[in-house]
C-alpha cells in the first residue's frame, strides 16, 4: 500500500523552493497524503538527503547541472518543472565591464549546498575571475538582498524563480541593478544544461513619460538551469503520479519566461525520468485514478497486474480441463469394454469345442459386479447401461454355450 506521509526537501523557509513545497503540501493534502517540508541550503543539500536512506526524505526540488553521473544513483526525475534564472544584481554605481564589475567586490554566491553556489563558483572559474573576486559570501536570497540594498556588500548571485519576493523587490528598487550576461551564449555551448532567458525592458515598471525609468531599462539576458521534480527510486508509483498530478496543476502557468503548459516536461537534465513519469506524460494519469481513491487505484493496479499471468495460466487450463475430465470418465468405461471384448473373442475361440467355461463366467460375473457398482456422472449413464447390456448378452452366449 502507497504510504500516506512523505518527507519533502526544499529550501530555507520563505525562499521560493519552500513555497513551491508548501503548494505540494496542499495539493497532496487533498488525497490524504501528508507531506513534511524539510528546510535546507538548497538542491546540493536536498540530493545528498534523497541518496541518504536515513534522511527520511523521497521528493526534492534540484536545478539542473549540479550533478555528476556518479551521483545519480538512486534517484529518479519526475520531470523539470520551471526555469531558474542566475540572477546578477549589484550596486547601481558600479559600473564598466562585465570582468571588471567583479575585481575586488564583496559578492554573495549562495550559502554551502545551494545550487547557487556551486553553479556560481563553476562560471567564475571559467572566466578567470575567482581569484580576483575580493570576497565571496555564503548568503542565502533574502539576507544578500537585504545586505546588498544595507550597501553591506555590492553583488549578489542567486539562483531562484521569477515569483521570488527577493527578486522583486530587488527589481523595483533604484539602488540596485540587474546585470546582463554579456557571454550567455558562450555560456550555454559550454554548459548544454543552461539555457538563455530574457528579462524584458520595463517588465517590472513601465514608465509613462521617461523611457530611460523603465525597469529594468534594457532588455537583460541571463543564463537560467531548469529545476527538476526528482524522487527516490523506491518512492511508491502511486505517489510519484499524485506528484506528477499535483505539479500539473502548479507549474503549467505561464511566466514571463515560458507560454502556458511548457510546464511540467519530460525531460531528463541530469537524472533520468521513472517509468510512472514517462507514461505520465505519454498518456497522463492511469484510468483508475478517474474512479478510486489513489491508494484503492494503486491496489487493483498491482491486483490487475498479478492477475494476468494469472490469467494466462488458468484460461488454457479451463479449456482442457474439460476434456481431461471427460476422457477419465469415458476411460472408466471403456477400460471395462477391453475386458468384455476379450472374453467375447475368447468365447467365440472355444464355441464347439467342448472346453470349460466356468472360469469365463466367474471372470464375466466379476465384470457384472464391477459395472453395477461403477459411479459415474448422469452424463455418462448411457455408456454404462449399454456395457451392461453387452455383458448381458455375452453372458446369454457362455449359457448357450454350456447347453450345447
Known amino acids: 500500500m502507497p504510504p500516506h506521509q512523505i518527507v519533502m526537501a526544499t529550501g530555507r523557509e520563505g525562499d521560493a523552493y519552500y513555497e513551491i513545497g508548501e503548494r505540494y503540501r496542499a495539493a497532496l493534502s487533498d488525497e490524504n497524503v501528508q507531506v513534511q517540508l524539510v528546510p535546507t541550503a538548497g538542491s546540493v543539500e536536498n540530493l545528498a538527503m534523497l541518496r541518504d536512506p536515513r534522511s527520511g526524505a523521497s521528493v526534492a526540488l534540484i536545478e539542473g547541472g549540479i550533478l555528476s553521473a556518479t551521483e545519480t544513483s538512486g534517484v529518479e526525475s519526475l520531470g523539470t518543472v520551471f526555469y531558474e534564472p542566475l540572477w546578477w544584481f549589484h550596486k547601481r554605481e558600479i559600473l564598466g565591464e562585465e570582468a571588471n564589475r567583479l575585481r575586488g567586490q564583496r559578492v554573495s554566491i549562495g550559502p554551502e549546498g545551494s545550487g547557487t553556489r556551486a553553479l556560481t563558483l563553476q562560471l567564475l572559474k571559467r572566466t578567470g575571475m575567482e581569484a580576483q573576486v575580493g570576497e565571496l559570501l555564503a548568503l542565502e536570497p533574502r539576507e544578500a538582498g537585504e545586505k546588498l540594498l544595507a550597501g553591506q556588500i555590492d553583488m549578489a548571485f542567486m539562483m531562484t524563480s521569477w515569483e521570488s519576493r527577493v527578486v522583486q523587490q530587488l527589481l523595483a528598487d533604484d539602488r540596485v541593478t540587474l546585470s546582463s550576461f554579456a557571454h550567455a551564449d558562450a555560456f550555454i555551448a559550454l554548459y548544454p544544461f543552461l539555457t538563455k532567458v530574457v528579462v524584458p525592458r520595463g517588465v517590472t515598471d513601465i514608465a509613462k513619460t521617461d523611457i530611460a525609468k523603465d525597469r529594468p531599462s534594457t532588455d537583460v539576458v541571463l543564463v537560467a538551469t531548469k529545476a527538476s521534480l526528482v524522487v527516490r527510486k523506491d518512492l511508491h508509483p502511486a505517489i510519484q503520479y499524485l ?34 513519469a514517462l507514461r505520465f506524460y505519454k498518456s497522463g494519469l492511469p484510468f483508475l485514478h478517474d474512479y478510486f481513491p489513489f491508494w484503492m487505484a494503486a491496489l487493483i ?65 466379476r465384470l457384472e459386479e464391477q459395472a453395477n457398482h461403477l459411479r459415474i456422472p448422469v452424463a455418462y449413464a448411457s455408456m454404462l447401461y449399454e456395457l451392461r447390456n453387452h455383458i448381458d448378452l455375452v453372458n446369454e452366449g457362455l449359457k448357450k454355450h454350456a447347453v450345447g
Open 243 to 276: 506528484l506528477l498530478n499535483a505539479a500539473a496543476k502548479i507549474h503549467s502557468g505561464p511566466s514571463i519566461f515560458n507560454r502556458a503548459n511548457a510546464f511540467p516536461a519530460a525531460e531528463a537534465i541530469d537524472i533520468p525520468l521513472s517509468d510512472e
Open 301 to 365: 493496479g498491482k491486483l490487475i497486474i498479478l492477475l494476468i499471468p494469472i490469467l494466462g495460466v488458468l484460461y488454457p487450463m479451463v479449456r482442457f480441463l474439460p476434456r481431461v475430465y471427460d476422457w477419465r470418465m469415458r476411460s472408466k468405461v471403456l477400460r471395462m469394454y477391453g475386458e468384455l471384448r476379450f472374453l467375447e473373442d475368447e468365447l467365440r475361440s472355444v464355441r464347439g469345442t467342448g472346453r470349460d467355461t466356468t472360469e469365463m463366467v466367474a471372470r464375466l460375473d
